[in-house]
């Protein structure tokens, strides 16, 4: 789902251009950048990727438009891999894909532990090209965050099912133990790990661990395979107060395997933002718990 910050920005803008201004001119901290597959080494999962837009918001890169998904290997060096191996699955409402916050930066420290980390690109809603217009419309969407529910997006769990099976069959290139292999996802990135689990129970139940930043919280997750879970959110975000522990209880009932975390503050989408909030230490504290879960 959104970030507090893209909406605070947005709102920001909306309150100081004027009108005309503001239907044709993008936000001056909102500019285009590169296709970071050009930078990065990139495994396609699907036909497509010519539509997407990157985008950097203040320091934040995403990108939007997806119709190929796509896998970016973040590897550790040969002499320091565990044989382990986490697909990192983004958030972003699905209309984009926090392919930095909640993707590469997650990724690289990951890899810094000796794990071979894959961002998952998945395809996205369509949005509209233009700036101001795209931003309007997420601002429309994500104003309800929190009283609602987000509508399911099959193709980003058809994309994630298909990533999973990829690096499972090339396991042997990154030195991954098949068996050994996690899932992390933030907000939509963590309800497509949730339906993964309730609608592919084959690959689900393949899983070495799965991690859910952020997740939906009203409801429980469907009967599915029980991997060892983590999972971390904010007491202020909309969605704990909204669900609040209605999905860990179901998951408790179930299977005992759980780490949880909730912080005092961080609201929804803190990544790997330094928000100044105990949030800020969920990345150690989830590779912690990965080593020795």
Same mark, same amino acid.
């Given at each position: 789902?959104?970030?507090?910050?893209?909406?605070?920005?947005?709102?920001?803008? @909306?309150?100081?251009?004027?009108?005309?201004?503001?239907?044709?001119?993008?936000?001056?901290?909102?500019?285009?950048?590169?296709?970071?597959?050009?930078?990065?080494?990139?495994?396609?999962?699907?036909?497509?990727?010519?539509?997407?837009? *990157?985008?950097?918001?203040?320091?934040?890169?995403?990108?939007?438009?997806?119709?190929?998904? @796509?896998?970016?290997?973040?590897?550790?060096?040969?002499?320091?891999?565990?044989?382990?191996?986490?697909?990192?699955?983004?958030?972003?409402? &699905?209309?984009?894909?926090?392919? =930095?916050?909640?993707?590469?930066?997650?990724?690289?420290?990951?890899? @810094?532990?000796?794990?071979?980390?894959?961002?998952?690109? &998945?395809?996205?809603?369509?949005? @509209?090209?233009?700036?101001? #217009?795209?931003?309007?419309?997420?601002?429309?969407?994500?104003?309800?965050?929190?009283?609602?529910?987000? #509508?399911?997006?099959?193709?980003?769990?058809?994309?994630?099912?298909?990533?999973?099976?990829?690096?499972?069959?090339?396991? #042997?290139? *990154?030195?991954?133990?098949?068996?050994?292999?996690?899932?992390?996802?933030?907000?939509?990135?963590?309800?497509?790990?949730?339906?993964?689990?309730?609608?592919?129970?084959?690959?689900?139940?393949?899983? =070495?661990?799965?991690?859910?930043? &952020?997740?939906?919280?009203?409801?429980?997750?469907?009967?599915?395979?029980?991997?060892?879970?983590?999972?971390?959110?904010?007491?202020?975000?909309?969605?704990?107060?909204?669900?609040?522990?209605?999905?860990?209880?179901?998951?408790?009932?179930?299977?005992?395997?759980?780490?949880?975390?909730?912080?005092?503050?961080?609201?929804?989408?803190?990544?790997?933002?330094?928000?100044?909030?105990?949030?800020?230490? *969920?990345?150690?504290?989830?590779?912690? *718990?990965?080593?020795?879960?």
């Amino acid at each position: 789902m959104i970030k507090s910050l893209l909406l605070g920005a947005a709102l920001s803008l @909306a309150m100081t251009m004027p009108a005309q201004a503001a239907e044709t001119a993008p936000p001056p901290a909102f500019r285009v950048v590169p296709t970071t597959a050009s930078l990065r080494p990139a495994i396609e999962l699907g036909t497509g990727a010519g539509a997407e837009q *990157w985008e950097a918001f203040v320091d934040q890169v995403s990108v939007r438009n997806v119709t190929g998904a @796509a896998l970016y290997p973040v590897l550790p060096p040969p002499g320091q891999r565990n044989g382990r191996a986490v697909i990192v699955v983004p958030g972003g409402g &699905y209309r984009f894909v926090s392919i =930095d916050s909640e993707g590469f930066r997650v990724a690289e420290a990951l890899a @810094a532990e000796g794990y071979a980390a894959f961002v998952l690109k &998945y395809r996205t809603v369509a949005t @509209a090209p233009d700036i101001p #217009a795209y931003l309007a419309d997420t601002m429309k969407l994500f104003a309800n965050l929190g009283k609602g529910e987000l #509508a399911d997006h099959p193709p980003a769990v058809e994309d994630l099912a298909t990533a999973l099976a990829h690096v499972r069959s090339h396991a #042997a290139d *990154w030195q991954v133990d098949p068996a050994r292999i996690g899932v992390i996802g933030f907000s939509a990135g963590s309800r497509t790990a949730i339906r993964l689990i309730e609608t592919s129970p084959e690959a689900a139940g393949r899983l =070495d661990s799965v991690a859910l930043l &952020y997740p939906p919280m009203t409801q429980p997750v469907k009967p599915g395979p029980r991997p060892p879970l983590f999972l971390a959110i904010a007491a202020d975000d909309p969605l704990f107060q909204q669900g609040k522990l209605t999905l860990l209880s179901g998951w408790l009932n179930e299977s005992p395997k759980v780490e949880f975390h909730l912080y005092a503050g961080g609201s929804h989408g803190f990544g790997m933002r330094p928000n100044g909030n105990t949030s800020d230490l *969920w990345i150690g504290q989830y590779l912690a *718990w990965l080593k020795r879960h």
